[in-house]
C-alpha cells in the first residue's frame, strides 16, 4: 500500500494552512501533523476541519501529567477524530496506559482508536543535558530504549524517534511497533536546524513506520512536486 508522508503543519494559524493548502489537488488526501503552534491558535475546530476536507491527522501535543487527566485529555481528542496522537514516556507506565484507555473511551462504537504513540528523549535533548537535567546517568540510546520498551509494556502503539534510533527501536521491540521518525531530508535539500537526517529512503530502510516532514515541503516553491517527490523516495518509487 502507498504510504504518505506527514506533513507538518508548522504555520501560526488557519489562514497560512489554507494558503499552503490550496498547492494541492483538492481531492488529495493527505497525512498532516498539527503541533502546538497551530493547535494553541486555532484550538479543536482545526482538527475538525481538517478532518471534514478528508486529511487524516496526527495531532502532536505531547501529553504529560497524571494519569486521570491525560486519560480524560485522550478522550476529547478520540472524539476529535485524530489518527495518531502522543504523550511524553517520561510521565510513566500508568500514564501512558490511562492514555490508551482514554483513546479508547472516546473512539465511536466500531471506530479506529487513534495510533498512540510515546516521546522517549527529545531529539533536542544533548546525553549531557539528560544527565545534567534528568540526573539518567545511562548513555541517551539506552534511556530511548528503555522508554520505548515502557511505552509497548503500557501498551501503546509506538514511538517518536530519530530514524538513528528507529533501527536499534525496531531490532527490540515487537514486529508492529511503530516508530515515527521526524528529521527527514530529501538528499539535497536544506538541512536547517536539524542535526542527525536521513533521506525518505534511508528512512524505510532503517524500519521507520510514518515519517515526518516539514520545510522540505512547507517551504519549496512547489510544495505538491516536492510532496510527491517525498512520497515516491519513500514508497521505493525512485
Ligand atoms: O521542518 P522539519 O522537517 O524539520 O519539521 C519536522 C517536524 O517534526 C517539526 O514539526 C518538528 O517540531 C517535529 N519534530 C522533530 N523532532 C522531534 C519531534 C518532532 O523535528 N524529535
Redesign the pocket.
Known amino acids: 500500500m502507498t504510504q504518505r508522508p506527514i506533513i ?1 503543519l ?1 504555520f501560526p494559524s488557519k489562514v497560512e494552512v489554507e494558503a499552503f493548502l490550496e498547492k494541492f489537488p483538492k481531492d488529495e488526501a493527505l497525512f498532516v ?1 498539527v ?1 502546538m503552534e497551530l493547535f494553541y491558535q486555532e484550538g479543536p475546530e482545526i482538527v475538525r476541519w481538517l478532518k471534514e476536507l478528508g486529511h487524516s491527522v496526527f495531532l ?1 501535543l505531547k501529553l504529560h501529567d497524571i494519569p486521570n487527566t491525560v486519560e480524560k485529555a485522550m478522550t476529547g481528542l478520540a472524539k476529535l477524530g485524530v489518527d495518531i496522537t502522543n504523550v511524553h514516556a517520561a510521565g510513566g507506565k500508568r500514564m501512558m496506559a490511562a492514555a490508551k484507555a482514554g483513546l479508547i473511551k472516546g473512539t465511536k462504537p466500531g471506530g479506529n482508536v487513534p495510533v498512540l504513540i510515546a ?1 522517549t528523549q ?3 535533548t544533548s546525553e549531557a543535558e539528560m544527565h545534567q537535567d534528568q540526573l539518567i546517568d545511562v548513555p541517551l540510546k539506552e534511556s530511548v530504549l528503555h522508554y520505548a520498551k515502557c511505552a509497548e509494556q503500557a501498551g501503546l502503539d509506538g514511538v ?1 524517534c ?1 530514524a538513528l534510533e528507529a533501527e536499534l527501536i525496531h531490532q527490540k521491540t515487537s514486529e508492529t511497533f511503530v516508530c515515527l521518525t ?4 530529501p538528499s539535497g535539500s536544506e538541512v ?3 542535526k542527525r537526517v536521513v533521506t525518505p529512503s534511508d528512512a524505510r530502510k532503517i524500519g521507520s513506520t510514518y515519517i ?5 515541503i ?1 517551504q519549496a516553491n512547489t510544495p505538491y512536486e516536492a510532496y510527491k517527490s517525498i512520497k515516491n523516495e519513500w514508497n521505493g518509487e525512485q
Request: hydrophobic content about 30%.
Open positions: 507538518a508548522d501533523k503541533g502532536d516521546v527529545l531529539t533536542s517518536v530519530s521526524p528529521g527527514i531530508r536547517g536546524d536539524q515526518v516532514v516539514g520545510r522540505p512547507t
